[in-house]
């Protein structure tokens, strides 16, 4: 079978994906019962339907080779901070990284972050306006977030840790929530 070649007649019924994802001319699929593809608010209402043709998230936009050194935050690089090999590690003091001209405002990301926590809080990356929520426990986070803002931030408050790996990546194609849905899966 060539690439871009549907598996189905098109408008038949296929037990995987619709054969009209093969017509070379789709860019996103949304479909009504994948949970996973929902982001939610805290009031279970939708913010963001992702794309399960995952043409939704765009390249890496981390320097993976270089995000944990201090040349790499070019703005600020407070002395809370350090580099341990390639991980970000944070004394237990405030304070905060920041990078120059990273965002582009009004878009929205895809933020992964690792951490591993012995105390305090870390505000992971934002631009202007913190997002909701502090990291307050060792794990990997995963969120979405519409920046207002050029510069890139991340603030310890009294964080005592380190940041193991970070992932941003622009959301190209997402269907956005402007009042209050609630969707119930089941």
Known sequence: MAIGVSPCPPFVKCPAVPGVIYDGNT???????????????GANRVSFWLDRYN???GPELIDQAAWFTPA????????NWSQ?????????NNGAISRLNFWIVGRTYKITISIIRNGG??????????????LSATGTYTYYYTTANVNINCLSVLFDGVITALSIKEIKFFLKSTSSINITFG
């Open 27 to 41: 860019v996103a699929w949304f479909k009504h019962n994948d949970s996973n593809t929902v982001i939610k608010d």
């Open 55 to 57: 043409y939704a998230v």
């Open 72 to 79: 790499y935050w070019d703005n600020v690089f407070q002395a």
């Open 84 to 92: 341990v090999g390639n991980t970000l590690v944070s004394d237990g």
């Open 121 to 134: 809080d870390l505000y992971p990356p934002y631009g202007v306006g913190a997002p909701s929520g502090l």
